[in-house]
């Protein structure tokens, strides 16, 4: 008798003992995220008219993240073409118009790429992403630059300039008054913070 429940009591411990281990080899690791400081955030454009005269305008509100895929982070930021601002009313209108961005219609201007990590030594240099404008999605390659992270590695401000040809994203209006090339300019300040694990079904 003393036999059998001895032999029960292994039993039971060593099914615990497995239970335990399965749990602790299928729970999910905690992923790092970064999000888009939006009260430190800005973009800016600027363009050409008649050759001299210089179009500009400020955004003065900008999202995103940078999520881990397995070896790499994914960007993507969004700017709201609402929260555009320019020298005058008249203007400002002009620009959300469709004849400019037409942001009624495609109410934001979004970016993304790939990235190895997020530090300063991977926010330097050429990158190559997407840019989606005016219902338009195509390959857009822009320079990092002034890359500045904290000491402690939780925040990293970095300038993500470019050029880019209106007319490819449909800003087909006043060719022969307004240049085809538009620079773009965002001033991002990046915070990391941890992602919870999913919960266990």
């Known amino acids: 008798m003393m036999r059998r429940c001895?032999?029960?009591?292994?039993?039971?411990?060593?099914?615990?003992?497995?239970?335990?281990?399965?749990?602790?080899?299928?729970?999910?690791e905690v992923a790092l995220d970064w999000r888009v400081d939006e009260a430190r955030s800005r973009a800016h454009f600027s363009l050409r008219a008649l050759r001299f005269i210089r179009v500009e305008g400020h955004f003065y509100r900008v999202v995103g993240t940078a999520v881990a895929e397995s070896s790499q982070y994914r960007v993507v930021v969004r700017i709201p073409l609402d929260s555009l601002s320019m020298?005058?009313?008249?203007?400002?209108?002009?620009?959300?118009?469709?004849?400019?961005?037409?942001?009624?219609?495609?109410?934001?201007?979004?970016?993304s790429a790939l990235i190895p990590e997020v530090s300063e030594a991977a926010l330097r240099g050429r990158l190559d992403g997407q840019l989606s404008l005016r219902g338009v999605t195509?390959?857009?390659?822009?320079?990092?630059?002034?890359?500045?992270?904290?000491?402690?590695?939780?925040?990293?401000?970095?300038?993500?300039?470019?050029?880019?040809?209106?007319?490819?994203?449909?800003?087909?209006?006043?060719?022969?008054?307004?240049?085809?090339?538009?620079?773009?300019q965002l001033q991002l300040v990046l915070d990391r913070g941890d992602r919870a694990p999913p919960p266990t079904p």
């Open 138 to 184: 195509a390959p857009v390659s822009v320079e990092l630059t002034a890359a500045d992270c904290s000491a402690d590695g939780r925040r990293c401000a970095v300038i993500v300039a470019g050029n880019l040809s209106r007319r490819r994203f449909g800003l087909n209006a006043h060719r022969f008054t307004l240049s085809d090339q538009v620079r773009l």
């Open 87 to 111: 020298t005058s009313e008249h203007r400002r209108e002009w620009a959300l118009s469709d004849e400019f961005f037409d942001a009624d219609q495609y109410p934001e201007l979004t970016f």
């Open 6 to 28: 001895s032999h029960g009591v292994r039993h039971w411990l060593w099914l615990g003992v497995l239970l335990v281990s399965g749990v602790h080899a299928t729970a999910p």
